[in-house]
């Protein structure tokens, strides 16, 4: 097939990219570079099945040519990182809007099917409002609990359920095909943790003999997905064509607390590094609200696909943690 990758130089659009490309098929991976790496495109520059195009998915004239080429595509393309997205609010917004507006005119033009990559920052604080017995877990058609559009964090989430909507409203007015993913927590090698990414971040200091910095009481609990398990389910959900119409969370449904994460890193590292406090404030600014819960239930992805997790938090952390070290050793 030919596959088309918005934000192909980003964590989650690499490992994408590297799937489909040992599966065949042929692939174009735009991307502006702007938390992306080229370099971690490098291993399929020189092949003929790949081409990338620096070069932003606003950008109506090359995104044409690119949809009306391609059989899927994958959209990818956003801002991430809970530190960028509050530093950048207004790049935050306009990028997700006009980016997935684009997307969908030429996907529907052209007709070919389209993964929206959401996330389960949607939900906002959902859980911890409705939740009494703190067990339960987020299902697709939960309701969403934000907070005040003066608070920046919750601008992420709107724009990425404005997606959704949007997405959905082509499904339904125009037969658009179209597979809405939320992504909880992806992580494994090669994830950076410039933009606030926890478990790299952890880990990276963990190895360095750092202070390991947990924002808040540390007890606000998530849950992490290798990025193996991601691209796996969503590409089966894409290539099958069961996921078309449809809303899945892509994540893992086992939790834990920064604290306790803080923890095992230090311990699988054998690192002096002791756990750090900083209030919230400190790290974001004054008004920033975080969830203390948001943990995937899969049920739809298991009941749609067969999916089972292949990766637990301790195969998740020593992947992590191995190609850190191979990396300061470079």
């Known amino acids: 097939m030919k596959i088309l990758v918005t934000g192909g130089a980003g964590f989650i659009g690499t490992n994408l990219i590297r799937t489909l490309f040992s599966q065949g098929h042929e692939i174009k991976a735009i991307d502006n570079l702007s938390t992306g790496r080229e370099e971690n495109l490098a291993p399929f520059r020189d092949s003929d099945r790949f081409e990338f195009i620096q070069d932003t998915v606003t950008n109506r004239a090359v995104m044409e040519g690119l949809v009306e080429w391609c059989d899927h595509c994958y959209h990818l393309a956003a801002p991430v990182g809970v530190k960028l997205i509050m530093e950048n609010p207004v790049l935050t917004i306009l990028d997700n809007v006009r980016g997935i507006d684009t997307v969908l005119e030429l996907v529907n033009k052209y007709k070919k099917r389209v993964m929206i990559a959401s996330t389960s920052e949607i939900y906002g604080k959902s859980l911890d409002l409705l939740d009494k017995t703190k067990t339960r877990k987020l299902k697709e058609t939960d309701y969403r609990?934000?907070?005040?559009?003066?608070?920046?964090?919750?601008?992420?989430?709107?724009?990425?359920?404005?997606?959704?909507?949007?997405?959905?409203?082509?499904?339904?007015e125009f037969g658009t095909e179209v597979v809405i993913v939320r992504f909880f927590n992806t992580v494994g090698p090669r994830q950076l943790s410039t933009f606030g990414m926890v478990i790299p971040n952890f880990v990276k200091r963990a190895l360095a003999h750092e202070d390991v910095i947990v924002f808040g009481s540390g007890e606000q609990k998530r849950s992490f997905m290798h990025v193996n398990d991601s691209v796996r389910a969503v590409t089966e959900l894409m290539l099958s064509g069961k996921g078309v119409g449809q809303e899945f969370n892509v994540g893992n449904p086992f939790e834990v607390t920064m604290n306790q994460l803080a923890q095992r890193v230090i311990e699988k590292t054998g690192s002096p590094s002791k756990v750090v406090h900083i209030p919230y404030e400190e790290a974001y600014g004054e008004g920033f609200e975080d969830m203390n819960r948001r943990t995937a239930d899969i049920t739809k992805l298991k009941e749609t696909i067969g999916f089972e997790i292949g990766y637990d938090l301790d195969a998740i952390l020593d992947d992590v943690i191995a190609y850190h070290r191979e990396q300061a050793m470079a």
């Open 145 to 172: 609990v934000e907070g005040s559009t003066r608070n920046h964090r919750w601008a992420y989430a709107n724009t990425k359920a404005m997606d959704e909507f949007l997405g959905f409203a082509y499904h339904k």
